[in-house]
T-cell receptor, first 116, second 113 residues
Framework: ETGVTQSPTHLIKTRGQQVTLRCSSQ?????VSWYQQALGQGPQFIFQ???????GRGNFPPRFSGLQFPNYSSELNVNALELDDSALYLC???????????????FGSGTRLTVV | AQTVTQSQPEMSVQEAETVTLSCTYD???????LFWYKQPPSRQMILVIR??????QNATENRFSVNFQKAAKSFSLKISDSQLGDTAMYFC??????????FGKGTRLSVIA
């Protein structure tokens, strides 16, 4: 059983650029959630995908968008990068439309994005 | 909306001693779950312990146990026989069906040899 894999592990981008982060969910999981963790803070919910449809979104602007693919892997896209977008981006997979705590959430090790 | 508050930014404990991390939460949901996650320098969030709100019995996992006070909306984590490998950030989180995981700001725990 494989866990959650995120790529790349580190990334440096310039303000105004666009970035795509990738996540492979744990085998058997059909829900993927994305979180932004600023330095010294707890993770903040960005959005969640269940069976290729977005079914939940946090307080993030539309320039944060995502996709989920038939194999349940996922991408997070951020357009028009701002300095405040610098953070650790975590992906978590789970089972069920809204994540089922009985099955638990499996997190990846994150992508560290630095915007300069 | 759910909120989770961790009032201890940093704590330290001697190896083999016991330490308690505090967490309070607020929710209007009747069906919810509470979690403690550990985030070591590897950055991956690791589930430490889970508590279902409808269960009165406090959850335990080996050296980790919780004190769940539902009326006070308090959910503290006790680590017994602390080990150097317990050094990490610890996050308290809440979850309800139809809402995502909500995390506190975390407590940095250092275990000292």
């Amino acid at each position: 059983e494989t866990g959650v894999t995120q790529s790349p592990t580190h990334l440096i981008k310039t303000r105004g650029q666009q970035v795509t982060l990738r996540c492979s969910s744990q085998s058997g999981h059909n829900t993927v959630s994305w979180y932004q963790q600023a330095l010294g803070q707890g993770p903040q919910f960005i959005f969640q995908y269940y069976r290729e449809e977005e079914n939940g979104r946090g307080n993030f602007p539309p320039r944060f968008s995502g996709l989920q693919f038939p194999n349940y892997s996922s991408e997070l896209n951020v357009n028009a990068l701002e300095l405040d977008d610098s953070a650790l981006y975590l992906c978590a997979s789970s089972l069920g439309a809204h994540g089922d705590p009985a099955y638990g959430y499996t997190f990846g090790s994150g992508t560290r994005l630095t915007v300069v | 909306a759910q909120t989770v508050t961790q009032s201890q930014p940093e704590m330290s404990v001697q190896e083999a001693e016991t330490v308690t991390l505090s967490c309070t939460y607020d929710t209007s949901e009747s069906n919810y779950y509470l979690f403690w996650y550990k985030q070591p320098p590897s950055r991956q969030m690791i589930l430490v312990i889970r508590q279902e709100a409808y269960k009165q019995q406090n959850a335990t996992e080996n050296r980790f146990s919780v004190n769940f006070q539902k009326a006070a909306k308090s959910f503290s984590l006790k680590i017994s026989d602390s080990q150097l490998g317990d050094t990490a950030m610890y996050f308290c989180a809440s979850f309800s069906p139809n809402t995502p995981l909500v995390f506190g700001k975390g407590t940095r725990l250092s275990v000292i040899a």
